[in-house]
Structures are given as C-alpha cells and as structure tokens.
C-alpha cells in the first residue's frame, strides 16, 4: 500500500498509525510533483493529502481511509465490536477531529501576529478550550483514549494533540493542556508508546521541515 502525504499533516498521521496499528505493509511518500500536479490530482481531485493507494483501489478523505482499513484489514480491530464500546472510541476521535483540531486549524491563518484578527482567534480558542474540556471528561488516559486498547480514537487524538500543544502557544496559550489532568497524562504517555511516540518525532520532525521551508 502507498500513503501519499506528509507526516506532519494530522490528516496524514491518523491514516499512518492505523495501517501500522494493523500491521500493513505500506510505503509513506510524497507525491513526486507535490499534491497539486496532475497525477495526484487524477488521485484526489481535492488536492490534499493524505491518499491511499491499495492495488487498485485509490481512496481520499482521511476518515473515509480509516475505516476502509478498518473494514478491509481485519486481523486487530480499531473499532470496538461491542456497539457502545465502538460509538464511544469513535465518538472521541470525532471531538478531536471536529471540534479540537479544527479549531486548531482554523487559528493558521492568523499565524502572523501583524496580520491577526484577534476576534477570530479568541473566538476559536474558545471553541478549542470548550472542545478539550469536553474530551477531558470523555479521554480514558488508561494508557489509551478509550482506555487499555489502542482504537481509532487514538489515531485521531494523538495527531489533534500534538496541533494543540505544538500551535496553541502561538496565540498566547502558553500551557493548552494546564489543568486538564487526563489529556496531559495521555499524552505523556503516548509519547512513550512505541508507535504514537514514534509518530509524534514524525510529526516533529515534519515540524522543523516546515519551518525551515517557510524561512
Ligand atoms: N478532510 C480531509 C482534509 C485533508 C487536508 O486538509 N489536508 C491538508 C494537509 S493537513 C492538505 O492537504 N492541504 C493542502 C491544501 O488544501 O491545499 C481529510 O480528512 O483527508
């Protein structure tokens, strides 16, 4: 399998920890002429990453990705059978996805303090510190999200964290994660966790790439 994408791209990290969660074979690469080339986008019309080619099957949209390995790639689960158990995992990881990181997200462009819309970004840091307090109460930290097994949740909550912790204090939250006691932990330890500790130095990684590039 080859996942078109850079690691640093949260999008990009989820799809990569579940096929290595499950143990496919895969080839992490950057698409030759970048994501707006024609060849990429005969593969994602979008033009963004991540994309997944399986033998013939070429497949965008990050969540869409997952739960195709999840329903093609059935050795180790990501998703809970019980149905309770498999809403909740996925219940958290769609509170990262679409309230945590998207607000994470959103601040970009106001990245450049001169050319900030304080009204925007006080508006989605709030939305953000509504969104962590809601996946404080919800996160297992157990040493997973959705407690002692690795799920889906994960794949979407570790990529959404290190957004947080990594941008946050870019905007004058100087501690994102202070006196949220779960999600602290949880990401102490994922940093310890072989292989969400091992996509966090991607992600880091992919960090300085891109602040080099940008300088
Ligand atoms: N909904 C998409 C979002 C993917 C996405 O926005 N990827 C970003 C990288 S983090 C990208 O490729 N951006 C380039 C662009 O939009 O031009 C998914 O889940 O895959």
Same mark, same amino acid.
């Given at each position: ?14 799809? &990569?920890?579940?096929? *290595?969660? $499950?143990?496919?074979?895969?080839? &992490? ?36 990705? &997952? ?8 050795? $180790? ?12 995992? *996925?219940? %958290? ?40 307090? %809601? ?22 909550? &570790? ?20 006196? *949220? ?23 880091? %990684? ?10």
């Amino acid at each position: 399998m080859e996942i078109y994408g850079a690691m640093l791209s949260p999008f990009m990290a989820r799809v &990569v920890l579940a096929a *290595r969660f $499950k143990g496919i074979k895969h080839k &992490v690469l950057m698409p030759k002429d970048g994501i707006k080339s024609p060849a990429f986008l005969k593969m994602n019309p979008l033009g963004k990453m991540p994309v997944v080619k399986d033998g013939s099957t070429v497949l965008f949209e990050s969540a869409v990705i &997952v739960e195709y390995l999840e329903a093609k790639y059935k050795r $180790k689960r990501i998703v809970p059978s019980a149905a309770k158990a498999g809403a909740q995992a *996925r219940l %958290i990881g769609a509170i990262f996805d679409e309230y945590a990181q998207a607000a994470i997200l959103a601040l970009f462009p106001h990245i450049d303090p001169a050319k900030r819309d304080q009204a925007v970004v006080d508006a989605k840091l709030a939305e953000l510190s509504k969104a962590l307090d %809601i996946v404080e109460k919800m996160i297992s930290a157990k040493p997973y999200a959705a407690g002692a097994k690795f799920t889906i949740a994960d794949c979407y909550a &570790v990529p959404a964290l290190f957004f947080v912790v990594t941008f946050a204090p870019r905007f004058g939250v100087a501690d994102p994660l202070g006196g *949220r006691k779960k999600l602290a932990k949880y990401l102490a330890k994922a940093r310890k966790d072989k292989l969400l500790g091992g996509v966090l130095t991607e992600m880091e %990684i992919g960090l300085k790439q891109w602040e080099s590039a940008k300088s």
